[in-house]
């Protein structure tokens, strides 16, 4: 009698042990939903990481400088939009690239009347004038799609900019220029589509 029992016994604890270990491979541990949602730097890199990496496209991390007046331009568009940094950045180059190449060569014709010749002590060269401190250059970390970046060095090579940072600076400073016309038109057409408040006739 107890020879037939204890084997049964065994046999349910073995496949309660078993079921267990499978239930803890297969199935997610759950979190309590504090523990789920994670840090704010997380969401924010998931964020930014995941549409790209659900259709399996690799993420590259670049760095841009540009000024600083321009980055609190740019974030203050993204806020009000809104969309993230990459996605106005891309916007921006977008909108702008049949007229990049005039752009740029202004830029740079602006850059060069910024440079003094100075001797080396056997040739002349240009070297950039002291910085105004006012506006400052700042760097802009971000999160491209590796297939953006590349199009972004294409672009680079293509145009004859001297870097990325100088391509989005002159994309950027232009499409946001254009953004800031299109609401002051559109405030003053408010402004002239405001009816008249018959109380207000003498």
């Given amino acids: 009698m107890s020879d037939s029992s204890s084997p049964s016994a065994t046999d349910e604890t073995t496949a309660q042990a078993t079921a267990a270990s499978e239930t803890s491979v297969d199935s997610p541990v759950k979190l309590d939903p504090i523990s789920r949602k994670g840090t704010p730097a997380h969401r924010t890199k998931s964020r930014r990481e995941g549409a ?3 259709q399996g496209m690799p993420v590259q991390a670049i760095s841009l400088s540009v000024p600083a007046s321009l980055a ?3 974030k203050t568009y993204s806020q009000e939009v809104p969309r993230s940094l990459v996605d ?9 690239r049949p ?12 850059l060069r009347e910024k440079t003094r010749p100075v001797s080396d002590g056997t ?14 250059y700042v760097t802009m970390p971000l999160r491209l799609l590796a297939t ?7 672009m680079v090579h293509e145009m004859a900019a001297e870097s990325r940072s100088q391509l989005v600076v002159v994309a950027l400073t232009a ?4 953004r800031r016309a299109e609401e002051q038109v559109y405030e003053e057409q408010l402004e002239l589509e405001v009816p ?3 109380f207000d006739r003498p």
């Fill in 148 to 154: 953006n970046v590349d199009v972004l060095d294409a």
């Fill in 52 to 54: 790209g990496r659900r």
């Fill in 123 to 136: 040739f002349m060269r240009n070297v950039p004038k002291p910085k105004r401190l006012e506006d400052p």
């Fill in 72 to 74: 609190a331009q740019w």
């Fill in 196 to 198: 008249e408040d018959p």
């Fill in 175 to 178: 499409w946001l220029a254009d």
């Fill in 99 to 110: 007229r990049l190449p005039v752009l740029l060569r202004a830029h740079q014709a602006a």
């Fill in 88 to 96: 106005v950045m891309l916007d921006a180059v977008a909108a702008t």
